[in-house]
Nanobody, 120 residues
Framework: QVQLVESGGGLVQPGGSLRLSCAAS????????MGWYRQAPGKQRELVAA???????NYADSVKGRSTISRDNAKNTVYLQMNSLKPEDTAVYYC??????????????WGQGTQVTVSS
């Protein structure tokens, strides 16, 4: 079993900042890509940012320049620092990890989601 636990969401005013964290645990041999998706009400889930085990990063155009993804491989944890937040950033944010388990299988695992609300 592999579990992803997210934290750091909440209510923030426009222009504010939040830092999301996601820690993976369980029968993990290695983690390839870790990332964040978000889903706003009535919209499809979309990629926000992703980072490979080697540190290569990819961002959605909507958050580029305002967000930074990072990871601590020793802790199997990924972070998303979001600055200059806008009301359109309001969504449930989901962590995803592509995990090779000790048993050898490779699968994507999702966190339970954390709500981010940007409002005055």
């Amino acid at each position: 079993q592999v579990q992803l636990v997210e934290s750091g969401g909440g209510l923030v005013q426009p222009g504010g900042s939040l830092r999301l964290s996601c820690a993976a645990s369980g029968s993990i041999f290695s983690i390839n890509v870790m990332g964040w998706y978000r889903q706003a009400p009535g919209k499809q889930r979309e990629l926000v940012a992703a980072i490979s085990s080697g540190g290569s990063k990819n961002y959605a155009d909507s958050v580029k320049g305002r967000s930074t993804i990072s990871r601590d491989n020793a802790k199997n944890t990924v972070y998303l620092q979001m600055n200059s937040l806008k009301p359109e950033d309001t969504a449930v944010y989901y962590c995803i990890a592509n995990v090779r388990r000790v048993a050898g299988t490779v699968s994507d695992y999702w966190g339970q989601g954390t709500q981010v609300t940007v409002s005055s």
